[in-house]
Every structure is written in C-alpha cells, then in structure tokens.
C-alpha cells in the first residue's frame, strides 16, 4: 500500500519551456522553473532507439537541475524529439533547415517521443517514462511553409513545428497524446508522480482535454497503470 504525503513538495520544472509551464499548471500544483542546459548531440545508435534517446536526455536535465533544488523539491523534466523513420529531428539550426524539416515532414506520418522524468531530491529517486504519438501531416504549401518560417516560431521546436500554432496548423491529425507533442504528456507525468506518492490535486485527463481542446483517445489506457492511493 503506497502512503501518500499530506504536504505536497515544491515541484520545479526544468525547463524555459512556454508550452510545457502552461501544461504543468494544469494539475493544480505550485511551480517553479529553473535552467537545465545539457548537451543534446545523440550519442552514436540513438537514431534507432528514439526512446532511449529522449529518455537519456529527461534524465540527464533532472540531474543537472538538482543543484539549484532544495531537499524538499520533485524536479520534473522533459525532452522530445521528432522522428522520421530512423532520423531524428530536433530544433533546427537555423531557418533554412526548419525549411528543409517542414518540407520532408508534410503529407506523411512521423512520431513524436517525449521523455519525461520526475527526481525527488531528498531521496535521489527518479522515475521515468516514454510518450509515442503518431502524426499526420497535412499538405500545407511552399508559401505557408516560408510565412511560417518567417515567423521564427519553428526555431526552438523539435521538428521545427509546433502542433498548436493557430495560423499554420501543420497536423492534419494524430494518434495518441497530443500535450505529448506539445512536450509535457500530463497523464504520464501523473502517472509518475503517483508512483512517487505525490497526488495532483486537479483532474488532470479533463484539464487537458478542455486547454487542448481534444478528445483524447488514451488517457483511460495511461491512468490505469497508474499506482492507487
């Protein structure tokens, strides 16, 4: 039987990430974030097991925030990463090759791997987990392609998109967590935390839903390996 903490730690998010603060705030817990710059280069083999690659990446960002961390805190940290077939794309360089990334990925389905990792400092216990989304591109144009590059919104986005942007709207559809592909999948992250003990206060799979604006096919499938209070 796990025993649940009636005071609940300060969770800090290692991440500068907009997206993935506006998601945390979604399961009703006080945050803070704090810099977790670590290297991103794949190590030689990490192309083929995108998993273990996002896994390593979430893991070693926890471990670089924990000196900025109290004994009291839970870090909470995330990496994700496009692939298409056995080539990992993450942020482009630069515009030419978001370019280059929204050209190879429209009219066709890659996925999406979120790493996510959750570090309880006093104990040094961590955690993790692997989010998969399949996604469907739509067949957007050229023009739409430069006016979105234009913009500079692809340069810090994995993929060099970011499925929630309200003028390009590049997914056609998905299958799978869409907060995911947003960097942060929240039934994951609950799930974890469950298993550390720490009981978000909000409905989390309703909050999502109703901020995304998405029917999600799986969340029951996540929480039900999920440990019970």
Known sequence: MLEFPLVRPILLLASASLRRRQLLSLIGMPFETLSANVDETPRSGEEEIPD??????????????????????????????????????????DRSEANRMLRRLRGRVHQVYTGIAVLRVEEDRLVSDVCVTDVSMRWYSDEEIEAYVASGDPLDKAGAYAIQHAGFRPVARLSGCYAGVMGLPLCYLTRLLLAMGIVPPADVPSACQSFLEYECPVYRQILAQAPRP
Do not use: H, M, N
Not at 87 to 93: E, F, N
């Open 52 to 93: 273990v690659y996002v896994l390593r990446l979430a893991e070693t960002k926890a471990r670089a925030a924990r000196s900025q961390a109290d004994g009291q805190s839970v870090i909470v940290a995330a990496d994700t990463t496009v692939v298409d077939g056995q080539v990992l794309l993450g942020k482009p360089a």
